[in-house]
């Protein structure tokens, strides 16, 4: 697919938001919106009202219309009470140029595919306080440029996927009314902003993010505090583990078995802010070439807030130590970011973020680099998670930076939002470049800076059972890389989801 056409598919689902807003608009016609509306003096004392008619006073409410297709969705989605369901479709066009070799001379530098993802999942629920949760999840792709799967073993233009349970778990919810739950399964985990615990198999990017775990919850109500401990055994190949493949291809989903344990504590009692602590270890035994073989302890902790009517804050940090691949490792990040919220009709929000992940010093015996353990997914960037495959030999394993960053959110009207955001990025140790083959992979000796990354995104709400988004994404190499890997690189996705 030439790039004119990705622009023309851009377009239109472009018009499909504008038409789907100016409709939504068009329907609250008859009533002022809330940015038409002045705004009113902080201390000004309101105008007193007309006294209404008694008997209008009285009146009940006029009843709000049912939608018979709303009804008929939500009897559908629990047709007997100890039983729901759901389900979802979620439908991607993604198109990048350069992500992985920043080379324009390279052959397969531009990529172009589409991608469906249809989703159910439904709960069994025989007694109040206890579920039986299942997801089954497909992803197929189709490639239109090139007009085939690049692996070797697959050169269709098809990718016929697997089909797999990524959720199917019982939790007990405040057993025995003591505040404490358990869930035992396959579940989905995420812990603060999903900086370190997110996605238990990255290398299926979006499809899953599922963990195979034992998680135990405590919340103390008296002291606005969380408690939540969770083991964790994911295994690299599916067919090896408890819950296997309804249809399987043999892949991956992360390059090492692990074993690990995470303990997490929440705190919520001071005013306006939140302190969360943790411990994570993760044990892990390399089943592919370029994964990992020895252990991390990684201690952190991270605070969050308003600081003022407008100011809103977040910083966590870790420091981690431990054995990997023969070598002692020591290594610590910090992630943060202060936002200035205007808090007017079109919601204007300004944030600036920074964050440190410690490199790998090439003159040192000690591994300095951070381990990003089970945060590998697209924080701020899916150019950059598709970026780490040549740099780190795998999908968002992002370490090895100082990421400087400036945002700007609005709200240009209902139901949509759109995010704008530049990135300065630097390298903290010249790790690859030290190494004659990183050189001729495009890393410099001495240089640092990797480059400006701009981030654009526009989320929309159509309905209430469809929405999506359009992203850009585009990369301009600093001179970290040398002349022959220093081209621009772009991502582009629409993606539409259903939901049932």
Known sequence: MTVSRWVIRLTACAWLVWLASSASAAGEAGSPSDAAKAPEAKDAPAAAAPKADAKAEDAPAAAKPVDPIEDFIQKTKQPVPWFNWGADFRFRDEYYNNVFTLNKNDPARERNYLRYRPRWWGTITPV?????????????????????????ANQSDWDQGEVMWDNFNLRLTDI???????TVGRQDLKYGEGWLVTDGTPRDGSRTTYFDAYKLSYEAKPIQTTFDAVFIHNKADPEDDW???????????????QNGFLFYVSNKSLPKTRIDAFYI??????????????????????????????????????????????????????????????????????????????????????????????????????L???????????????????????????????????????????????????????RRRGFSRTDSFRGQLVTARLKFDICKHLSGHLLGEFFFPGDAYLKNFNDPATFLRSELVFTW
């Open 243 to 257: 819950l296997r493949n309804l249809k399987d291809l043999d892949l991956l989903t992360i390059e090492q078995d």
């Open 384 to 438: 950059w998670a598709y970026h780490q495959v040549n740099e780190m030999g795998r999908y968002a394993y992002t370490t090895n930076l100082h990421r400087l960053a400036f945002g700007w959110a609005v709200v240009p009207v209902k139901r949509t939002e759109f995010l704008l955001d530049y990135h300065l990025l630097w390298a903290d140790e010249n790790t690859l470049g030290a190494t004659a083959a990183g």
């Open 281 to 382: 270890y993760k044990d892990e035994t390399a089943r592919m070439r370029g994964g990992d073989d020895g252990y991390l302890h990684t201690f952190g902790a991270s605070v969050g807030g308003d600081l003022a009517e407008h100011w809103q804050y977040r910083a966590e940090g870790a420091h981690q130590f431990g054995q990997r691949n023969g070598r002692t490792a020591q290594a610590c990040g910090l992630n943060g970011w202060v936002a200035y919220l205007f808090r007017e009709a079109g919601n204007n929000r300004l944030r600036t973020t920074y964050e440190f992940l410690s490199g790998d010093d090439p003159d040192s015996r000690t591994d300095e680099q951070f381990d990003p353990l089970w945060g590998r997914w697209p924080l701020w960037s899916e």
């Open 176 to 182: 025995g009314g003591s505040g404490l739950s358990a």
């Open 128 to 152: 109040k306080g206890i579920d039986l949760n299942g997801r089954l999840v497909w992803e197929g792709r189709y490639y239109t440029k090139p007009d085939h799967h690049l692996a070797p």
